[in-house]
Structures are given as C-alpha cells and as structure tokens.
C-alpha cells in the first residue's frame, strides 16, 4: 500500500476508535475532540481522484516552458512549484521526475521574473536537504547562480540567486568550496571557511551582496 493511504488508513481508524463513545458514558457535548496530526493531503487527493504532487509538479513545469502561456500564468505556475516544492519528499522527487534541468535553464530566460522565481525554487528546494544540494552541484547550476547573484542586472535577481547560492553552501562543505572557487578572486574570503558555521557563510554571503556589479545601473 502507498505510504500517504497507509497514513490516511491509519488516521482514519485512530480518529474513529477516539470518538467511539462507551454505552455507558453520557455524551458530553463540549468534549474535546483529539487532537493530532491530519491525513496526508496527497493521499486525500489520490483518494478522491484529484493529481498528486508529483503530477502538480509536472504541470507546473510544462507551464513555464509552454511558449503558448503568457508570463503572468508562468510566473503562477512557478509560485504553485516553489510551494510544493517546500516538501522535502516533494524536492527530493524532482530528479526522478526530470525537473532540474528544464528549472536551471530557466536561469538564463530573457524575462528578470523568471529568472527571479528560478533562482527562489532552486533555493527552497536544496534549504536543509542535502539530497537536493547534491543534486545541483551535479547539474552544475553554481556557475549561473554565481553569476546571477554578481551581474543580473536586476536587483530582485541578484538577490534571490544569493538566497539559493547561501541554502546551497549551508553545512554542505562541497558546495561552499566550489562557490569560493569561483568567486572573483578580490571576493574570496582568506583561509578556511566552515559550512557548519553560520556566522561565516553569513560574511561570505553578505561580500557577494555588497559586491557591486558592472551590470547594474
């Protein structure tokens, strides 16, 4: 059985035996119902015939690649996949459902909100998942955020691509050493930088925000 209905199963009979009264007991109105943890959404929904997360994901994708959407119901599309993607179920499953590279091309689109929301999805889903982080150093999309972050010429941009290189590097040490390596050199911090300590990829970071851009007005 799928983990989200065994859930679901589960929920529903912990929730029926609790509201089971005793022949004996007087019914108390006011009593507390019990509280806990409701059933998984995703199950509800495979339940009831509606699309699963992983199927909402992929709509959400084919949507911002369509050439037939104007940007406004785009840039909806990819509000709907950075909040699923908040799931880490839902962002470890990105790879096995082939969005990571059609997400990272999108860095380059010609369009800055695009560009912007790219850059928010791809930080949401590597914050505290090293799964996901793995998986962006692997599809090499460090160079583009890098240089998002340094030369987009639109602020809202540089700023967002800043947030996915700092969820990134945090307590990944491969990915801070990598972002060091390709750091200008006048930018790179001296000695040893520990991904574990917060209080220095926060100076690391807040270099690459101070970092003023060639391309900017």
Known sequence: MDAGMNQLLKWSIEN?????????ASHDP???RPSGRGPNQEAINSLM???SDAEL???SMAAIQSPDLPLDQKLIAFDNLEQLIEIVDNANNMQSLGLWAPLVEELGNEEPEMRKMAAWCLGTAVQNNVKAQETLLAVDAMSKLVTLALKDPNDP???KATYALSS???NYPPALNQLVQKLPEKLRPNGTIDAGDMEQVDKVMDVIKQAKSEASP
């Open 57 to 59: 994901m992929k709509q």
């Open 157 to 159: 941009v540089r700023r």
């Open 168 to 170: 990134e590097v945090r």
């Open 16 to 24: 029926s035996d609790s509201t089971r009264e005793d022949s004996t």
């Open 49 to 51: 015939g509606g699309p």
């Open 30 to 32: 006011k009593a507390e």
